[in-house]
Each structure stands twice: as C-alpha cells, then as structure tokens.
C-alpha cells in the first residue's frame, strides 16, 4: 500500500476522533443540585511497614429521597466494582485490591502490619424489613495475608497494644483482650477502668460492679494469660497510673455515699514490688493529708486522661487533681429553702470582672473544674498549684522538675487580648517565683516549654527569648539577626504576632520559628549565630516554607518531640504570588525538592496530606488542582514513582467544569492585591459573563484547591454557578483599622474593574454572595454606590454599634474583643468614634440602598444574632426597599438541617438566575406568601434553642 493511502487513513481517523471529542464536550451537562449530591471525599490510612493501605469513599451529601432510583442508577454507571462508596478497600501496595468490606469504616492497622480491624455499621438507609429493627454494629478483625476473620458485635473502641501483639477492645462495662499470634481472647466484666504502659508485661485494670463483689485492683498477663489480684475490697477503685519504670501503680480507693465520693475517707494508695508476695501496699487517707483546704480532694476519673495520677521520676511525688467537694447541707434547711419562693431578679454590676451571663455558662464547668496539685509521699503534704491565684499551669508532658503557671486577674477584660502575670512553679517544692508581668499573647498562651521541659520560649511582641528555668533568667535569641519576626500581614489591632513557632532541634539547644517566607533556627546559646534554613530559594522566588506536619509536637516520648535535621523533614512550599506548590526536603542543612508546580497537596477539609508510613520509606500524598480531586498517591520518601491509588469523583467528566486565572490589582491606595477568578470551560472569547463575587478576607492562595459541588448552609457552591455559565471571583482584601467594611467594598471593586478590564463579564450582571463576615461586607455594600445587580448576605452584622454593645454570644461573653481587636478591626468604642460605627454599619445607611438584597438568618444563631438581620430587613422595609428576608427556625450560625440547607441553596440560585440571567422570579422575590403555620416543636427543645442560658430561671 501507498504512502498515500496510509496517510489518508491517517487523516480520517483524526477527523473521526477529533469530531467524537468535539460530541463528547456537546454532550456534558450543567451540574444541577441532584448531580452534586454524588461528589465523594475520601479517606485513607497506611501501615507502619508500608506494604497495606485502605481506602474508603463516602458521600459529601445524600441524594434527595424523591430521587434516589435515579441517582443509584446514575452512581452505577459512574463508579465500577472498585469503586463502590461506602465500601472498605483493604489493599496490598503491590497487588491492589486484596478485601472489601461493605460498611466498612474507622480501619487501623496492627503495629507489626499483619493485621486490621475495623468498624461495620449499615448505612441507615438501605431497606429493613421491619423498620423497629435497630441496626447492629460489629468490629471485625481480619489477619492481612490469610484473610482469617474475627467478628464481635459491639461499638466499642479498640486498638492495638504498641510493640505487643495484642488487640483490645472496651466499652463502658467490659474489656476483650485478643491474642493475635495465639488467636485467643480473654474477656473481662464489670471493667472499672484499665491502663496500658507498653514498658510493661501487665494490663492494670479495676473491677467496679453494682453490688462491689469483686471490686479490685487487677494485673493481667497476656503473655501468660494469668490474672493476679493486687487487692480487692468493697470499695471503689479509680484513676490507675504506673510510675515511670512500671513497676508502681497508685490510685484512689473510696466509698460512695449516696452515689456522692465520700472524699475525706478516700485513701490514696501505692502498690510496690508487683512480683513479690506480699505486695508492699503504701496508704494515704485524704483526711490525713497535711495542706489540704477544706471542701478540696483528689478527682476521681470524671474525663479522658484529664484526672490521671501522674509520678515523678523518682517516685516521691504525685502529681494530681483536686475538685471541690459540695459542703453538707442540713436537710431541713434545704426543705425549708426548696420550699421557699424567691425572685428571680438578676443583679449586673458595673465592677464585675466577667459579665454575669459568661459566669453563668462557666457556672456548670466550674463545678466540675479540677486544680493541680502536687502529694509529697513522705511528708504526707499537698501542695496546690492551681486556684484563684494560678489559673493555668504549662509544662512538658513527662517531666516533673518545672512548669510556668499563668495569672489573669488583674487583666481580665472584655475587649483586650490574653494578658497573665507568669511564674515559674518548681514542682519539686511547689514555690512559684514571678518571671514577668503583664505578658500578652492572642491566642492561648504564647509560651513553649521544651520537650525536656529546661527552658521556655517567651514572645514580647518584638522579639524571641529564651527563659532558662533553673537560672531564672531571660536571653533575646533574635535580635543579633538584624530582621524582625513581626508578622506585618496580622492587620487586627492591639497585637503585635510572630509567623509562628515550629519547635525544638534536636542535639542542638535551639528552635526553629518561621518569618515571612523562610525558616529561621534559633540558638539559645549566644555563642551561636542564627541560620536562615531556606535562605537559597526563598529570597529570589517567593516561595514560603512550612514544616507540613507539626504532630511531632504530641509525641507520648520527650526525645520523639524534637526535630531531627540530620533526619528527612518534609517542608510544604508555597509560592505566594504563583499559588503553585509543593513539597521540600530539609535534611543536613541541605533544601532539596521533591515534588512542585500548578498543584494543591491537601484534602479539601483535613490539615496533612502526607501519610508516613512508621517503618518503611513509603508515604501516601494527596495532589489536585481546581478541575481535579485531591486524589492519593503511593509513593516513596523522594516522590517517585508515585501510583494514584484513589478514583474519587469520575462522574465528573460527564459535567460543565471551568478553570481558574489569578488576576492582579490595586486598591485605591496602591497596595498590590490578588484574586481568583473561575472561568466555565464552554466560555468562549469575547463573551460578556455574569458573575458571582464572593469575598472573606483573603482567598487568592486557593487559586489551586478543589471546588467541592457541596450544598452547604452559609456559602453558595462555586461549581454549581460556574458549570451553568456564571463566571465566579474571589478576591483579596486589605484591610485597615477603623475601616473593615469600607475596605471590602474598595478591594472587591478594584477586583470588579481588573476583570471589565480583562473583558470576560457583562457588568450589568453582577452579584454578590457573603456569609457571617461576608455578610456584614454583602449589608454594607446594599447601602453604597456598587456594581452589583444583586446581593446575597447570610447572618452578617448590620449595626456595629449595637454588635458592640448589646451582642451576646455563646459563651456569654460580649462582642467588644471582637470588635476591638479581632476580626471587626475597629480598633475602638461606639463612644471614643461615633461617627466610624454609624459611617460603617449598614443599618445607618440604609436610606441610600437601592440594591436588591436576599438576607438569610437561623434564629438560633449564637455567634451573629439574628437580630442584625432582622433589623435591616426591618428598616429597609420601612424606607420601602427592595429586601427580601429568609429566617430559619433553630438554625445556628450557617444551616444544618439538610432540608434547609437545600432550601437556601435552590432559593440563592433562583435569585441570582432572576437578576442575573433574566429568569422568571419565584413568587417568594416579588410577592407576600400567605402564612402557613408549620408543625411546632417540642415546646422544652424550643427553648434550649432560642433561649439564652443566662435569660432562662436557674435551679
């Protein structure tokens, strides 16, 4: 055959298939809100040899009931065998898929890799012939290479034992024990509570039964399978603890009288020489005790890990936990008080330190609130740490030599950031000694105690210093670097922040802290210089590094929670003005890249995305972009060879999708800024687009994340507008004090102009769509001369005045630090600036609003009261202006319910379709509905939900 003819071939077979592409993109479809309830997430986990992982693909959403034939159809055609949701994919690293488990959830791997367990509970919708029927829970245990299976039905938790190779699991009343190389349980009942010390041969356990036969102190072996009764008694035993070298236990042993701990007769015991017959038993009774204030005894077991009895190292001291035990009350007096009709009146004074309502939330903590301590064994001694003059106490878990307790009083406040008085607490005598007054921090406490718990890492606003407790003094480790470690992007008022803390090096006395774009290692030693550890690649490309992973931080061992540099450390890298990213290593001083480019390397809710294995050089990373799910990859320490191991939402290809383009800008003082604008994939040159803008903060450093098609209940779903044709922009906003509102409404305009500018939008067929933030910027902007058609606001502020004076919110606390020195960037009070608050709150300026406006609020909302909105409507309707507004019963701060959440998503879209595509408007947007009462709720769940705590009669 000729040359020619081949050609020819050639030539067919691409118009064939360059027409069959062309049909394929004719033939995608709008996303539609039934079609975004088929978008998946999912979720993986790997063993610590590397060699297994899983998989597990769960719904973002259900479909609608009236729908669902047509959307387990549609699931089918999607998804194949292999990729079923609700299904447990038990794989081998090699092999792929080797077991699935239908309803499979919750999977963890043995330590030594040869086994997995998990949960199985049927998903609540599937058909049950008798609808009474609870559903059953079972935890399955399955041997990884011959497939053999163990099965119990229960919801309780398990886990395997760390370097044994045993399997438990617990619910309230009971302990199953399960021997994975003999394949032998042990069971135990009426299980008190049990501990578990990894250096030890023993499980400890204690048994606590109703009528207290068998009550006790336990040691099984599961080596051996014996059991051996330290002691056993008619009382109540609690809060179990070995000591360092696992060869002590402590705990409570007490009474109960009137299901009340008869604490003055609780003893404290000590049990040694575990091997020995008889054991040595050492008894401490409460009442005895020597510094113990009265009403104040240990707290018995109440919360997870948070009433533990933790030793010393050389078992002299126990550190512990007080409560407050309730006085006795003569039982004719309190008849004759029950009997007694008092008011209910409500005293609130100017002096008190803590609003009235935020005491009465704390009211029911309070009681239950615990307190340091510390038990000297040979003087029979308590001394307390934390009260009324300590309110906190900070050290490293695992050391007992120093800690730093932290004083409010004297600042506590309203509006102001964290302020406390510190002392350094010895905990080998209990004396405290001031470090510094007045230290300031913005969130929590500011301070970080080194792993071997030695020195503390202090911040003043200005500089890094090292705090040596055991000389008592204080050494600046940043100021010979000739930066500053401000962070100047922090635009609220009354604080100055660091970037931000990374941790202690190992071997090296010194910590890393990160500055704008680099990392920084600190010496505590003066001798010593700083280095710059990025200082190579930051400087000339704009790329910010970041530990990815800062877990280190909570390792049970000491030495576990220092950085290692001459060991692989995974940087993330973010190039700020590109958004492009990836990751780095940091090893011997030497930054090496693994893995970069157009690309976001996260799960679209979850913090890491790289899964390590703990004993192979095998990690699972996650890498997507806006049109591609983050999806798993299998791959080595240096990224080769990486294998995509998940499939998570290929109904995508069948749907309009977009892509997405960074655009520059400046406000109107000149200040750099960026946005996100997504593009629908159909869009064509020249084309004039409606848009929807959608603005909190700054959200250009998303420009690669995954758009999820969810229904949530507070922000509308990009891909639902961007498939049916609407462009969508996110951009950047600077802010300055005093003027946050103004500020959004500048920057969102600038942004609004680079596109007209850039020729993609029909400037006659803008919206805007905010939430909480959001929404106090969607309120204001109704009320300004804007370039939008439409707007959308959902529980936003529209009075500033009244959000700083009246507001409260969950807790019971006031509004005013939001305001002064939190996200409200005010910066001031309603009476040092008046005319700030009125200038910027929508309700003030509702006369000039002349823009359609949708507002939207739960009634239960405990963060923005539903009042604001309620307010604007309320004027605006008065003025006589086009407002719309949705109020959902007991709703919170966005919608839950899934009807609602519906409700709000169809109700945005049909407005923005009206005023921005000329679809004909719902009768809702133009017209009064009739009143239709609803089904009432239950008149006591009503309550809870829309009454204040601090407005209802207290007991």
């Known amino acids: 055959m000729s040359r020619h003819f081949f050609q020819t071939i050639l030539f067919?077979?691409?118009?064939?298939?360059?027409?069959?592409?062309?049909?394929?993109?004719?033939?995608?479809?709008?996303?539609?809100?039934?079609?975004?309830?088929?978008?998946r997430t999912h979720s993986i986990s790997l063993s610590d040899n590397g060699e297994w992982y899983t998989k597990l693909y769960s719904l973002f959403d259900k479909p609608e009931s009236e729908k669902d034939t047509i959307t387990e159809q549609k699931l089918e055609n999607y998804f194949d065998d292999n990729n079923q949701t609700d299904i447990l994919y038990i794989c081998n690293s090699k092999e792929g898929i080797k077991y699935k488990v239908p309803d499979g959830s919750k999977p963890m791997f043995s330590h030594s890799s040869d086994w997995v367990a998990y949960q199985i509970k049927p998903k609540s919708e599937k058909d049950k012939s008798d609808k009474n029927e609870k559903e059953e829970t079972f935890i399955e245990l399955k041997h990884l290479k011959s497939g053999f299976t163990v099965k119990y039905k229960s919801s309780a938790k398990y886990q395997f034992l760390e370097d044994k190779n045993y399997f438990i699991t617990t619910d309230k009343t009971s302990l199953l024990i399960y021997d994975l190389d003999h394949r032998k349980e042990h069971y135990i009942g009426n299980i008190g509570?049990?501990?578990?010390?990894?250096?030890?041969?023993?499980?400890?356990?204690?048994?606590?039964?109703?009528?207290?036969?068998?009550?006790?102190?336990?040691?099984?072996?599961?080596?051996?399978?014996?059991?051996?009764?330290?002691?056993?008694?008619?009382?109540?035993?609690?809060?179990?603890?070995?000591?360092?070298?696992?060869?002590?236990?402590?705990?409570?042993?007490?009474?109960?009288?009137?299901?009340?701990?008869?604490?003055?007769?609780?003893?404290?015991?000590?049990?040694?020489?575990?091997?020995?017959?008889?054991?040595?038993?050492?008894?401490?009774?409460?009442?005895?005790?020597?510094?113990?204030?009265?009403?104040?005894?240990?707290?018995?077991?109440?919360?997870?890990?948070?009433?533990?009895?933790?030793?010393?190292?050389?078992?002299?001291?126990?550190?512990?936990?007080?409560?407050?035990?309730?006085?006795?009350?003569?039982?004719?007096?309190?008849?004759?008080?029950?009997?007694?009709?008092?008011?209910?009146?409500?005293?609130?004074?100017?002096?008190?330190?803590?609003?009235?309502?935020?005491?009465?939330?704390?009211?029911?903590?309070?009681?239950?609130?615990?307190?340091?301590?510390?038990?000297?064994?040979?003087?029979?001694?308590?001394?307390?740490?934390?009260?009324?003059?300590?309110?906190?106490?900070?050290?490293?878990?695992?050391?007992?030599?120093?800690?730093?307790?932290?004083?409010?009083?004297?600042?506590?406040?309203?509006?102001?950031?964290?302020?406390?008085?510190?002392?350094?607490?010895n905990l080998t005598t209990g004396d405290k000694t001031l470090i510094e007054e007045q230290y300031s921090s913005r969130y929590s406490t500011g301070i970080e105690i080194s792993p071997n718990g030695d020195n503390a890492i202090?911040?003043?606003?200005?500089?890094?210093?090292?705090?040596?407790?055991?000389?008592?003094?204080?050494?600046?480790?940043?100021?010979?670097?000739?930066?500053?470690?401000?962070?100047?992007?922090?635009?609220?008022?009354?604080?100055?922040?660091?970037?931000?803390?990374?941790?202690?090096?190992?071997?090296?006395?010194?910590?890393?802290?990160?500055?704008?774009?680099?990392?920084?290692?600190?010496?505590?030693?003066k001798s010593k210089k700083a280095q710059n550890l990025t200082k190579d690649i930051t400087t000339k490309d704009s790329i910010r590094f970041r530990f990815e992973d800062y877990r280190f931080k909570y390792e049970p061992e000491i030495e576990d929670r220092y950085i290692d540099l001459s060991k692989p450390n995974f940087l993330y890298a973010f190039n700020m003005q590109t958004k492009h990213a990836g990751y780095y290593n940091l090893q011997d001083g030497k930054l090496k890249k693994l893995i970069y480019g157009p690309n976001g390397y996260a799960d679209p809710y979850r913090r890491y995305a790289i899964t390590k294995s703990k004993n192979a050089k095998v990690i699972i990373f996650k890498k997507g972009d806006y049109q591609n799910y983050p999806e798993a990859y299998l791959t080595k320490l240096d990224f080769s060879e990486p294998k995509k191991i998940t499939n998570t939402n290929p109904q995508q290809q069948h749907f309009k999708w977009g892509k997405r383009i960074l655009i520059d800008y400046t406000n109107d003082d000149g200040v750099p800024l960026q946005g996100i604008l997504s593009i629908p994939e159909d869009y064509k040159k020249g084309e004039k687009s409606p848009m929807?803008?959608?603005?909190?903060?700054?959200?250009?450093?998303?420009?690669?994340?995954?758009?999820?098609?969810?229904?949530?209940?507070?922000?509308?779903?990009?891909?639902?507008?961007?498939?049916?044709?609407?462009?969508?922009?996110?951009?950047?906003?600077?802010?300055?004090?005093?003027?946050?509102?103004?500020?959004?409404?500048?920057?969102?305009?600038?942004?609004?102009?680079?596109?007209?500018?850039?020729?993609?939008?029909?400037?006659?067929?803008?919206?805007?769509?905010?939430?909480?933030?959001?929404?106090?910027?969607?309120?204001?902007?109704?009320?300004?001369?804007?370039?939008?058609?439409?707007?959308?606001?959902?529980?936003?502020?529209?009075?500033?005045?009244?959000?700083?004076?009246?507001?409260?919110?969950?807790?019971?606390?006031?509004?005013?630090?939001?305001?002064?020195?939190?996200?409200?960037?005010?910066?001031?009070?309603?009476?040092?600036?008046?005319?700030?608050?009125?200038?910027?709150?929508?309700?003030?300026?509702?006369?000039?609003?002349?823009?359609?406006?949708?507002?939207?609020?739960?009634?239960?909302?405990?963060?923005?009261?539903?009042?604001?909105?309620?307010?604007?409507?309320?004027?605006?309707?008065?003025?006589?202006?086009?407002?719309?507004?949705?109020?959902?019963?007991?709703?919170?701060?966005?919608?839950?319910?899934?009807?609602?959440?519906?409700?709000?998503?169809?109700?945005?879209?049909?407005y923005f379709d009206h005023y921005l595509k000329d679809v004909e408007a719902k009768d809702w947007m133009i017209e009064e509905i009739p009143y239709i009462p609803k089904e009432k709720p239950k008149e006591k769940d009503e309550e809870q939900r829309t009454l204040p705590k601090w407005k209802k009669a207290q007991p």
């Open 193 to 425: 509570e049990y501990v578990i010390n990894k250096k030890s041969d023993y499980i400890a356990y204690t048994i606590n039964s109703k009528d207290k036969r068998g009550n006790g102190i336990y040691l099984y072996n599961p080596k051996l399978m014996t059991t051996k009764a330290i002691e056993t008694g008619n009382r109540v035993y609690s809060n179990l603890s070995w000591n360092h070298h696992n060869t002590k236990l402590a705990a409570y042993k007490f009474q109960l009288l009137d299901d009340e701990v008869d604490y003055k007769n609780m003893e404290i015991v000590v049990f040694s020489t575990l091997d020995s017959n008889p054991i040595k038993t050492d008894k401490y009774t409460v009442k005895d005790i020597k510094g113990l204030p009265e009403l104040i005894g240990p707290a018995t077991k109440s919360r997870n890990n948070i009433d533990v009895i933790r030793w010393s190292k050389d078992d002299s001291r126990l550190f512990l936990k007080l409560k407050t035990y309730p006085a006795e009350e003569d039982k004719n007096d309190k008849k004759k008080k029950d009997d007694k009709e008092e008011a209910t009146v409500q005293i609130w004074h100017w002096k008190d330190k803590k609003l009235l309502s935020e005491r009465i939330m704390e009211y029911d903590d309070k009681k239950n609130e615990v307190f340091d301590a510390i038990f000297f064994r040979k003087t029979n001694t308590i001394v307390q740490l934390t009260g009324e003059d300590i309110q906190r106490l900070i050290l490293s878990k695992g050391t007992d030599q120093w800690a730093i307790g932290t004083d409010n009083r004297n600042y506590i406040s309203d509006w102001d950031i964290y302020k406390n008085d510190l002392y350094r607490i």
């Open 458 to 525: 202090l911040w003043d606003g200005t500089h890094y210093w090292s705090y040596n407790f055991k000389k008592n003094t204080k050494t600046n480790i940043s100021n010979d670097t000739g930066i500053s470690f401000v962070d100047k992007e922090y635009d609220k008022f009354g604080y100055n922040p660091n970037y931000g803390f990374v941790g202690w090096v190992k071997n090296q006395n010194a910590v890393i802290v990160n500055h704008k774009l680099d990392l920084w290692l600190l010496p505590l030693d």
């Open 692 to 910: 929807i803008v959608y603005s909190y903060e700054k959200l250009s450093n998303r420009r690669y994340n995954y758009a999820i098609p969810y229904l949530n209940g507070a922000t509308v779903p990009e891909m639902l507008y961007v498939s049916e044709g609407y462009l969508f922009l996110r951009p950047d906003i600077h802010f300055n004090i005093g003027t946050p509102h103004s500020d959004m409404h500048e920057s969102i305009d600038a942004a609004i102009e680079k596109v007209i500018e850039l020729g993609y939008v029909n400037e006659q067929k803008i919206g805007y769509e905010g939430f909480s933030f959001g929404g106090h910027c969607g309120m204001y902007i109704s009320t300004q001369d804007n370039k939008f058609a439409a707007i959308a606001a959902g529980a936003g502020v529209s009075n500033l005045v009244q959000g700083f004076n009246i507001d409260i919110v969950r807790d019971g606390s006031n509004e005013q630090d939001y305001y002064m020195t939190g996200q409200g960037r005010l910066g001031t009070d309603p009476t040092t600036n008046t005319k700030m608050y009125i200038t910027e709150s929508p309700v003030f300026n509702a006369a000039t609003m002349n823009t359609p406006l949708l507002l939207f609020h739960g009634t239960a909302d405990k963060v923005v009261q539903w009042e604001h909105s309620f307010g604007f409507y309320s004027i605006l309707r008065y003025l006589k202006k086009p407002v719309v507004f949705l109020s959902y019963l007991d709703e919170g701060h966005g919608l839950r319910k899934e009807s609602n959440r519906l409700d709000i998503q169809k109700k945005l879209k049909a």
């Open 12 to 39: 067919l077979l691409y118009c064939v298939l360059g027409n069959f592409q062309t049909i394929a993109q004719s033939k995608k479809e709008p996303l539609s809100f039934n079609d975004v309830r088929q978008w």
